[in-house]
């Protein structure tokens, strides 16, 4: 069924990309405009495979007969001939020789019937919100980002490990957990507590001891009751891991990411990522092509307390070492100080998670986020603790329990070696990239506290 100009449908892309003048073609997809006068109606139709619509001619009787059930937002299925467009702005054309009204859409109560809808509006209908031009876009966009990190990793030799959804441990050691129960045996199931993965890190960490280069690539859950623009409930997070390296192995492998899928999606999509720079942001993809193709400003955090203590800001949470970094200063950093992104490293070990490696100061562990302007924080890494004594050491420090551990422990008792990784989160990326400025309209169907509702 998927043939080239098959005849069941053929995509509008690929009509656009290769219809010859002259050839029968099928397509289908719902009403965007429709236009009806006595001598010449047009129908814009489109379906999802690019921004663009395919104009349909129809004829008076066509018109006629269907003029009722042809409003913004009914499904049709059209046949017609490809013939070239008087119109500006569209080579071609379709001439129907055949309509049908595969699903009317009553004009009166559709929800998208109005053109001005402010993306507040579209949550509330975010089962229909995919049919709108932005979502349209940032939902192609999101498909080809996943495409371009899984090429990123397979062209590189990662495995891709599809680490557990349901985990046994809190990763970050922040508490940030959603339980699960089954039905009326709370925590019967497992015999112990289970959650929602918060990150799928710790495990993969048992695949990179024995495959030296993966990743993990998928949801994660976290309970924080942080209702900002940049936070979901359940969000995608990348999480590639490397054996036998330092810290700055995992820099050099996520500033080589960064850019290349950065580059490889707008490449994709040049006509989406045109939507963006016009409706969106303005001027943003030459400002990202910009930023990511030059090399990535390293500093520590030490230097970051240096720069925003000289900056003469008054900001409205502390600084000063020791001090943790606020969304106020990550974007101090990355938008104004360096105008580009800028990876921290070498953070104060209370502020930082049990699974990074001590540096020999005693008092900073090797972690790194990458900071980005507009966005703030979009990857949280760090070469990770492969020494024994040291490990249990921090994990006594936070009093964290042991037990639930064990087979981490046992990690760096068999064979260990220096490795680490990092985690970027999908839709951050996706944000900044796009300039959509609320993480709820890059999820399909967005997690938020107090809100799950489709
Ligand atoms: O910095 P985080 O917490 O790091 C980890 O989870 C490590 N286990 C990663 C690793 O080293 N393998 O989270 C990583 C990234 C953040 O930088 C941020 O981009 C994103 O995940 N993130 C969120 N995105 C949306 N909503 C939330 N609530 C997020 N929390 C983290
Ligand atoms: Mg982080």
Not at 265 to 294: C, Y
Not at 355 to 377: H, K, Q
Request: proline share 5%.
């Amino acid at each position: 069924m998927s043939g080239k100009h098959s005849a069941r449908r053929t995509p509008i892309r690929v009509l656009l990309g290769s219809a010859t003048e002259g050839a029968s073609v099928v397509v289908t997809g719902w009403v965007k405009t429709s236009r009806f006068s006595k001598n010449v109606s047009f129908v814009h139709v489109y379906d999802g495979s690019t921004p663009k619509t395919v104009q349909v001619v129809l004829t008076a009787e066509q018109a006629e007969t269907h003029r009722a059930d042809l409003g913004t937002g009914a499904a049709v299925r059209v046949e017609g001939t490809w013939v070239a467009s008087p119109a500006a702005g569209q080579p071609f054309e379709v001439h129907a020789t055949g309509i049908t009204v595969v699903g009317a859409c009553d004009p009166a109560d559709y929800p998208l019937q109005k053109k001005a809808t402010s993306m507040e509006f579209l949550r509330t209908v975010a089962h229909l919100r995919p049919r709108a031009n932005t979502f349209q876009s940032v939902f192609r966009v999101r498909n080809a980002l996943a495409a371009n990190v899984h090429r990123f990793f397979q062209e590189r030799g990662f495995l891709w490990i599809h680490t557990p959804i349901l985990a046994s441990a809190d990763a970050e050691g922040a508490g940030e957990l959603f339980s699960v129960t089954a039905g009326d045996a709370p925590e019967g199931f497992f015999g112990h507590p289970v959650y929602l993965t918060v990150s799928g890190q710790l495990e993969v960490e048992s695949f990179a001891q024995a495959f030296c280069d993966v990743y993990t690539f998928g949801p994660t859950f976290r309970a924080e009751n942080s209702n900002t623009a940049r936070h979901a409930s359940e969000f995608w997070m990348i999480e590639p891991e490397l054996a036998f390296a330092d810290l700055s192995d995992v820099l050099s492998l996520a500033e080589d990411f960064v850019r290349t899928v950065a580059n490889g999606t707008m490449d994709a999509l040049p006509d989406d990522f045109d939507f963006f720079d016009q409706r969106i942001e303005k001027g943003i993809v030459a400002s990202i092509r910009d930023i990511v193709n030059k090399p990535f400003a390293r500093i520590t955090y030490t230097e970051a307390q240096e720069i925003l203590a000289a900056s003469g800001r008054s900001f409205q949470f502390p600084i000063g070492w020791g001090s943790s970094m606020q969304a106020e200063h990550e974007r101090f950093l990355a938008e104004e100080h360096f105008k580009g992104p800028v990876f921290v490293t070498d953070y104060p070990v209370e502020q930082k998670a049990f699974y990074m490696r001590l540096n020999d100061d005693g008092r900073t562990v090797a972690a790194s986020d990458l900071l980005v302007p507009r966005i703030g924080e979009i990857i949280g890494g760090s070469q990770r603790e492969e020494r024994l004594d040291v490990i249990r050491d921090q994990m006594a420090r936070r009093g964290m329990g042991e037990a639930p551990l064990w087979w981490y422990l046992d990690l760096r008792r068999y064979g260990t070696t220096p490795h680490g990784g990092f985690g970027l989160g999908f839709e951050r990326m996706l944000m900044w990239i796009t300039g959509m400025q609320n993480i709820r309209d890059v999820l399909p169907f967005p997690r938020t506290p107090g809100s799950a509702d489709f």
